[in-house]
């Protein structure tokens, strides 16, 4: 089945800098590959998705690309401001015989200090 | 507000008691799932119902009992739990499951004495 890596398991920034998450796959049939951002005492909320056919993409702030021969994607954030603290999921899906199952990273705490 | 409503938000319970967690989703959508998140583990996925028909079953003991009446309802009854099921259970919901987009609940906080 599908193991997805994600690093770091914290990471801490100052306001303004710039942050990078970064995840590994195993499954090379996964085709779908999104990011969770979990507040506290609030569920994971889809932030950022990317499809296997597309390299990067991008939404104001944050982005993320995806390097499908080397089996990894990461998540970028832009001037980080105090409200981006929180917990980044990573996500891949296989789709087919794994059709409802999505396999998440570990997750990292995000600290973006004022 | 994400359109998935979990209850209740925290429960502690005994190993010998029974209790139900409950999700409703006003979102329209057809498949519903429930996920164990556990402190420094990945999100662990539990069940999958797909128009009210149960498709997967993640290898979970039996005494987690899930319960789909329709599929805007998803109950995990509990039943003689062991401390360590305490976790925050969460509760999604996506058109169907062939679409990747899963719409969280805030979860329901479980503590086993």
């Known amino acids: 089945g599908e193991n997805v890596e994600q690093h770091p398991s914290t990471l801490s920034v100052q306001e303004g800098d710039s942050a990078v998450i970064k995840c590994t796959y195993s499954?090379?049939?996964?085709?779908?590959f999104p990011w969770y951002k979990q507040e506290l005492g609030k569920g994971p909320q889809l932030i950022i998705d990317i499809r296997s056919n597309v390299g990067e993409k991008k939404d104001q702030r944050i982005a993320v690309t995806l390097n499908k021969t080397a089996k990894h994607f990461s998540l970028h954030i832009t001037e980080t401001q105090p409200e981006d603290s929180a917990v980044y999921f990573c996500a891949a899906y296989a789709g087919g015989t794994s059709y409802g199952k999505l396999t998440f990273g570990q997750g990292t705490i995000l600290t973006v200090h004022p | 507000e994400t359109g998935v409503t979990q209850t209740p938000r925290h429960l502690v319970m005994g190993m010998t008691n029974k209790k139900s967690l409950k999700c409703e989703q006003h979102l329209g959508h057809n498949a519903m799932y429930w996920y164990k998140q556990s402190a420094k583990k990945p999100l662990e996925l539990m069940f999958v119902?797909?128009?009210?028909?149960?498709?997967e079953n993640n290898s979970v003991p039996s005494r987690f009992s899930p319960e789909c009446p329709n599929s805007s309802h998803l109950f995990l009854h509990l039943h003689t739990l062991q401390p360590e099921d305490s976790a925050l259970y969460l509760c999604?919901?996506?058109?169907?499951?062939?679409?990747?987009?899963?719409?969280f609940g805030s979860g329901t906080q479980l503590s086993v004495l």
């Open positions: 999604a919901s996506s058109q169907d499951i062939a679409n990747e987009k899963l719409f």
């Open positions: 499954d090379s049939a996964s085709n779908y």
């Open positions: 119902y797909n128009f009210k028909e149960q498709t």
